[in-house]
Nanobody, 122 residues
Framework: QVQLVESGGGSVQPGGSLRLSCAAS????????MGWYRQAPGKERELVAAITTGGSTNYADSVKGRFTISRDDAKNTVYLQMNSLKPEDTAVYYC????????????????WGQGTQVTVSS
């Protein structure tokens, strides 16, 4: 059993900052990829940022230069530092991870967090 627990969402004014955290727990053997997606009302869920075990990162063009993804392997945690927030960043943000289990370490399974609301408004 694996769970992804998110924290750090909330409401901020334009130009403000938030730091999202996502901690994975359970019978984890390894974590290959962790990342963040977001979904605004009436829109498709989209990739925001992702980071691999090797440290490679991928960002949506709309957040490059403003958001930074990082990880702490010892804590099985991924972070998303969001600076210079804009109203268009308003969405539910979901943590996603590809995780192999102790019981079956050769295969990565996909897990999703419950989502955390980020609202940017004046």
């Amino acid at each position: 059993q694996v769970q992804l627990v998110e924290s750090g969402g909330g409401s901020v004014q334009p130009g403000g900052s938030l730091r999202l955290s996502c901690a994975a727990s359970g019978s984890i053997f390894s974590i290959k990829v962790m990342g963040w997606y977001r979904q605004a009302p009436g829109k498709e869920r989209e990739l925001v940022a992702a980071i691999t075990t090797g440290g490679s990162t991928n960002y949506a063009d709309s957040v490059k230069g403003r958001f930074t993804i990082s990880r702490d392997d010892a804590k099985n945690t991924v972070y998303l530092q969001m600076n210079s927030l804009k109203p268009e960043d308003t969405a539910v943000y979901y943590c996603r991870a590809e995780i192999s289990l102790i019981s079956y370490p050769s295969t990565e399974y996909q897990y999703w967090g419950q989502g955390t609301q980020v609202t940017v408004s004046s």
